[in-house]
């Protein structure tokens, strides 16, 4: 593989993150929108919202056995149209079925995408020699902020759902497929994979990196799914004022994501990954003390620097874990996102009616800070990336 192959790969699943990131934020984001389309119930509602992740959880243990096979480029040269228009039949459908159908797909769909996004992002980067999995994130949270933006436009204008989904669809769709020429693996025929790499995925060996991947989603659908909630009933913020801690959260996201690889290439994957932990667990502390909603703004900014860089180091620690079955554990690794976001909400949601919203804010601090006890997994010395620890004979290839 060329140089320049590299850097067309790198640049084409960097467009795939982005497209992604669109894609999901403008599903979640009119999720009232949804409900008030297909007459969904708020009883019936939380079915459908469980029902994606746990689909996209079967997509990704399929992918394990489809890469098996076929190289992580072609599933994704089709599972990323897949999801646009499993997108575009959310909006356009008129009956409940044709949402549980729909989102039955986007939820196959994103499990297959998630997954050999990430197992392409590992190859990359061992191909590269250094840290880059963290920009590759930062398309998506680029992507995620584009779609909100486009949400909000959507709402602000009184589109239909079909009438905010066609156009991004219909400028999306034939991007990534002509993106997806460039997909690339990065391991170089002159490589060796090191002595013993290659074998089953042990999940003994795997388990805390799967834990911390739990841990880091929790925290995630807790912003995700409460920080509007929580600023306007707990702090005393406005209506307005309380859309705007997911905001800042998806912004210091992509800004932590966007310089992260320098801080890995500088200080090695541990340390960034233990900086981020206490950061969040700092986030979730504010959050859970502050006396007024500014300083709940600032616990929110602090778990968008913190959480950020916590997921995709994860992905990037199982590639150097099983180089030589690096997408096996990927894909493995990846349900753990799902679980984290199905265990989120809820139990913040159980814990808050049962006792209080702020003490509700401590258990993903704490979930968080447990991220230390397995930081070292993180940065297996052979195998660290970045300045001091890259691999020998590995070219810069920008």
């Known amino acids: 593989m060329t140089d320049a192959g590299l850097r067309h790969g790198r640049a084409s699943l960097g467009l795939s993150f982005g497209v992604q990131g669109v894609a999901f934020a403008l599903l979640v984001t ?99 020699g250094r840290s880059i999995m963290l920009g590759f994130h930062a398309a998506y949270s680029l992507g995620g902020i584009a779609g909100a933006s486009l949400a909000w436009v959507g709402a602000r204008w009184d589109l239909s759902l079909l009438g905010s989904y066609l156009p991004v669809v219909v400028v999306l769709l034939p991007a990534a497929l002509v993106g997806s020429r460039w997909y690339t693996e990065g391991k170089r025929p002159e490589e060796k994979e090191p002595a013993g790499a290659g074998g089953a995925v042990s999940f003994r060996l795997l388990l805390p990196l799967c834990l911390v991947m739990s841990f880091a989603y929790i925290g995630d659908s807790t912003v995700s799914n409460w920080s509007a909630k929580y600023l306007q009933d707990v702090l005393g913020g406005s209506e307005q004022l309380a859309t705007v801690p997911y905001n800042v959260y998806m912004v210091t996201t992509l800004l932590g994501r966007a310089l992260g690889d320098l801080g890995v290439r500088r200080f090695g994957a541990v340390a960034v990954v233990r900086g981020g932990s206490l950061l969040a667990a700092g986030g979730f502390a504010v959050v859970a003390v502050a006396p007024g909603a500014w300083v709940g703004m600032l616990g929110f900014t602090m778990l968008g620097f913190g959480l950020c860089v916590i997921a995709p180091q994860t992905f990037a620690a199982a590639g150097r874990m099983f180089p030589g079955n690096s997408d096996a554990a990927v894909a493995r690794l990846n349900i753990f996102n799902y679980v984290g976001f199905l265990v989120g909400s809820p139990l913040v949601g159980a814990l808050g009616d049962a006792w209080s919203y702020r003490g509700a804010m401590l258990v993903p601090m704490v979930l968080v800070l447990a991220t230390l006890v397995y930081a070292r997994a993180f940065g297996p010395e052979p195998a660290r990336y970045g300045g001091g620890h890259e691999r020998p004979h590995t070219a810069d290839v920008g």
Request: no cysteine.
């Open 30 to 128: 009119r999720i009232p929108a949804i409900q008030d389309q297909y007459g969904i119930s708020d009883g019936l509602l939380p079915v459908f919202l469980a029902a994606v992740p746990i689909l996209a959880g079967a997509g990704s243990v399929a992918t394990e056995k489809v890469v098996a096979r076929v190289r992580p480029g072609v599933v994704l040269r089709w599972s990323q149209p897949l999801v646009l228009l499993a997108l575009l039949g959310v909006g356009a459908g008129r009956e409940v079925w044709h949402v549980a159908v729909a989102l039955g797909v986007f939820g196959l769909a994103v499990g297959a995408l998630d997954a050999s996004m990430n197992m392409l992002g590992v190859s990359l980067q061992r191909a590269y």
